[in-house]
Structures are given as C-alpha cells and as structure tokens.
C-alpha cells in the first residue's frame, strides 16, 4: 500500500498538528487502521488468487461458472419480418407503412370494395366503437363511411403511397392486419402481411412470377416451385392466388394481380398510362414453413420455452 494520496494519508499528515502528549495514542490508533485495511486487503487478494478462502463464503467456488443474465430476444415474427425486408430490398422495394386504425375509403372503397361486399360485413371486421350521443346510441354504425377499423388487410398502404407519390412505385409494406376469426391452428385474429406494390409502364404478370419466384427461393430456398390460381380481388383484375411448392407440397401463401384500373382511377393515376401488380403474403405463414411450426398460436402465447428456440 505505497499510495501516496488518500484519506490515510490525510490523516496522518494530520498528526504533526495535534498535541505532543497525544501524539503516541493517536499514532497507535493509526498503525493499528493500516494493518487491519492491509490484512483485509491481503485477505482478499487471496482469495480472488483462489488460496485460503477462511472468513469468506465456503460454499463460493471461483471455478464455476457465472449465471448468465437472461437478456432476452427478438420475437420470431420480427425476425421473419427483418428477413423478409431484406431479400425484397435486394430487389429494390422500399419500406412503407400505413396505420393500423384504418378509415374505410382506405381499406375498402379505394380498392375497388362496395359497400354492399361481403368483405365489408361488421362480423367480418373489427370496426372501433364510435363516441355515443347523449342518448348513448352510437352515433355511427358500422358501414359509414366515417367510422374506423382495424385494418383488414395491408393493402390499404397501396393507396396511401399511390395518394402520396408518382409513379414508378416498387415498396413492400409489412404490418399487422386483423379479422375476427377464432383462433386455431392457422388462425388467429391479429396477423401480419407483407404487401408488395410495383407500378410503373408496360407491367406484366411476367414480372410479378418472377419477382414471387425470387423472393421464395431466397426465402424457401432454391428449389421451390411458383404456382398461380385464377382468384378474385376486387382490387386486381387478373387476380391470382399464390402458391408455392415447397418439400413436395403446394400452398397458399396469399393472392396477387394486377391493379384494377378503378384503383389506379381512385388515387387519381391515368389507368390507361401505368400498370402495376400487388400482392399480399402471410408473413405467419412463411415463419412457419421455414421454421416448421405448425400451430400459429405458439407465436402469440408469451410461452418463452417456444420463443427462445428462435
Ligand atoms: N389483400 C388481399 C388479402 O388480404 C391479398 C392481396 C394483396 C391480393 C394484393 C391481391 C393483391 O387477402
């Protein structure tokens, strides 16, 4: 302990202004400080040095191993969503992003979706509850048009970007989306989309297989397979389920088309000057293919011993 400073050493300079007669007991009760910090220290030098451990914990053993702090994780479908995010970026499409709490111009009546469509049906649809007028009725019901929902699907970012901009438009827009179905192993009321959007001039389907081929072979890997299903989107006009096949089996992963010249006519583009595709993928049920999960709810029960596999 050859520290030239400190609060010892204070004290001890300290010693020269006190009384002669004082002087040795002071200076006995000084000593007697700096031994007992000096056998600590040395005690405990030792024992770090693994030697005697006498006066310390006796069940305390060095060699072992720390406990790991638990740092947690990112939840699979984030992961799948930064994945995702990546290979179309590789592709040049570009990040969007719309709200959740949706007005239905945006998620019904600019797609092309009538108000007497199905789709539309408040049973379908997690529309919000509106503010009461004083005799509590609500003073909206569900098909006005001023009333607002939970966004049913990510095509509503469509419009939002095609209201925003000009064409040419290449951007995936990935988010959560909710319907009211019961949950099982497949559904659940909350699940995200990965909606892709190209306009520009002379588009072809040609153009939205290849673009669906790439993404799922860098997704699946190289040797899945691309099948298009005639379909209906009031949105697309053709319209096209997606599938892909992938370990002997085909499946459906979600629809496609190209935009229906009434969208292109609502966000005020010239129909007859672009063209363009969309399409729209379960984000769930791509994690779940490649990680082989097979019940959805896995992903939103909180259970760690299943999240901290990813
Ligand atoms: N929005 C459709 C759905 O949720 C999918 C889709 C997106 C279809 C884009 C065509 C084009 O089912």
Redesign the pocket.
């Known amino acids: 302990m050859g520290a030239k400073k400190g609060q010892l050493k204070d004290i001890q300079k300290m010693l020269g202004g006190i009384e002669k007669a004082d002087k040795p007991a002071a200076g006995a009760k000084l000593n007697a400080v700096k031994s007992a910090i000096n056998s600590a220290f040395e005690g405990a030098q030792q024992n770090l040095a693994g030697g005697d451990d006498s006066g310390s914990d006796p069940t305390f053993d060095p060699t072992l191993p720390g406990t790991r702090p638990s740092l947690g994780h990112i939840h699979p479908i984030t992961q799948t969503i930064s994945h995702l995010t990546e290979i179309m970026g590789r592709m040049g499409f570009e990040v969007a992003e719309g709200p959740e709490v949706e007005d239905p111009w945006h998620n019904f009546v600019a797609l092309n979706i009538p108000e007497d469509h199905p789709a539309r049906d408040p049973l379908d649809n997690f529309y919000l509850a509106t503010a009461k007028d004083p005799s509590g009725k609500s003073s909206v019901s569900a098909g006005d048009e001023g009333s607002q929902l939970l966004r ?4 509503t970012v ?1 419009i939002r970007v095609m209201k925003e901009v000009q064409p040419p438009i290449r951007i995936i827009s990935l988010g959560r ?1 909710y319907r009211p179905d019961a949950p099982d192993a497949t559904h659940f009321p909350m699940f995200h ?1 990965m ?1 892709g959007l190209l306009v520009d001039t002379n588009v072809t389907m040609a153009n939205l297989k290849t673009v669906l081929r790439v993404f799922a072979n860098n997704y699946l890997g190289e040797d899945v397979e691309i099948r298009f299903r005639p379909s209906f ?1 009031p ?2 006009e053709p ?1 096209v389920e997606v599938d892909f096949l992938w370990n002997g089996t085909w499946i459906e992963f ?4 190209m935009i229906d010249p009434n969208v292109f006519a609502a966000v005020g583009y010239d129909p007859e000057k672009v063209s363009g595709f ?3 993928l379960g984000v769930e049920r791509l994690c779940m293919r490649r990680h082989g999960i097979t019940d959805i709810r896995d992903l939103y029960s909180g259970d760690l011993r299943f999240l901290k596999q990813f």
């Open positions: 049913s699907q990510t095509s469509q989306v989309q909606e989107f949105f697309t319209s979600g629809g496609a088309g969309a399409f729209g």
